[in-house]
């Protein structure tokens, strides 16, 4: 979680979304489990398109 926090561990984030509705679910709060799966989604959808982004800039810019 500190990791998370000072911004060096962003790659983790998903994971530990996922763990935390994984615990969640477990203690039968499903609600809760559901939000924090669904802000997982968000991060790779992001991340897709923030890669589709750059990629589009990169071959804009290799045809110059």
Do not use: N, W
């Amino acid at each position: 979680y500190y990791i998370v926090l000072t911004g060096s561990g962003f790659l983790y984030l998903p994971q530990c979304l996922h763990k935390i509705a994984e615990l969640y679910h477990l203690r039968d709060e499903d609600e809760k489990a559901i939000q924090f799966l669904k802000a997982e989604k968000i991060y790779y959808e992001t991340a897709l398109i923030d890669t589709q982004q750059m990629q589009d800039k990169i071959g804009k810019g290799s045809s110059l």
